[in-house]
């Protein structure tokens, strides 16, 4: 693709994760036009408890979207809250679609938790080329496009480079960054921290023995300390594109890996005709 062209796209997204971050503001201190309990207006998700949506989530995805219309009106548009609105129902082509994740890490937002941010990524045939992740309250702005490299307040990601201790040759020397998730029901949750046993304990118990697990509550941001240096892997099942289209672009761009589920674990392809598929970032699982 054309560098010009993405330096516009990603000129456009860094545009409107800076005209929305005053609202964002706004809503995360409940100050200005979201001062009242009634304007900030939290409330669950399709009627699930441990996932909510505010009135500022609705109001930065509006701006948003009716701002890209004007600019890109032949491109399409796929955004948490409005799909959320549709039953996650939307549609994938290859055309230009803008993923927007509005506040990454509501539960963070709304607790006063300043983890959380602004998620704008771009995909052209299905594959991520622009992502811009905007962390109002701590005054980060993570940008990257394809070929350009990925960016920390217009500095160079990574910013951490290993050797820290030593370069990791296993799980044992790594940190990770996950998520738990909102699903609650038994059969999951029995999955999710099955998983995290397997990762946390020692060897002699069958364990990976990782160094340390983080859960922070928002995706994007999570990706976005994989491409700074500071995390060495970011692991999930269950995110959605609009959580992580951004921020796989940062840590594309900053040297790192991304993959989905779609692996050959298993498969009873010989070896030898494995050949690497392209990153599906409609897959709900991610390493990175």
């Known amino acids: 693709m054309d560098t010009k062209q993405l330096q516009e796209y990603l000129d456009t997204a860094v545009m409107l994760a800076k005209e929305v971050g005053p609202a964002f503001k706004d809503g995360f201190w409940r100050t200005g036009q979201f001062a009242a309990t009634s304007d900030f207006a939290a409330e669950d998700k399709q009627g699930n408890q441990a996932d909510c949506v505010t009135a500022v989530d609705c109001f930065i995805e509006k701006t948003i979207f009716t701002r890209l219309r004007q600019i890109y009106p032949e491109h399409k548009f796929v955004g948490e809250e409005t799909t959320a609105e549709t039953g996650n129902e939307y549609k994938v082509t290859d055309d230009p679609t803008w993923i927007v994740d509005p506040v990454d890490g509501t539960n963070n937002f709304v607790h006063h938790f300043p983890y959380t941010g602004i998620s704008i990524g771009l995909a052209i045939n299905k594959e991520p080329v622009v992502g811009v992740v905007y962390l109002p309250i701590l005054d980060e702005l993570y940008t990257a496009a394809r070929g350009m490299g990925a960016y920390l307040n217009g500095e160079s990601l990574p910013l951490i480079r290993p050797p820290v201790l030593t370069t990791p040759t296993s799980l044992a020397q790594c940190s990770m960054v996950a998520e738990h998730g909102s699903a609650r029901c038994a059969k999951i949750m ?9 990762l946390l304990l020692d060897k002699e118990h069958g364990g990976a023995c990782l160094q340390n697990l983080r859960i922070t509550g928002a995706a994007a941001p999570d990706l976005a300390l994989v491409a700074k240096g500071v995390a060495e892997m970011y692991w999930e099942c269950g995110p959605h594109a609009w959580d992580f289209a951004a921020g796989v672009v940062l840590v594309l761009e900053s040297g790192g890996a991304v993959f989905d589920g779609a692996g050959w674990w298993g498969s009873n392809v010989p070896q030898k005709d494995r050949v690497p598929r392209p990153l599906n ?8």
């Open 190 to 198: 029995k999955s999710r921290l099955d998983s995290f046993a397997r």
């Open 281 to 288: 970032i409609w897959n709900r699982k991610i390493v990175a």
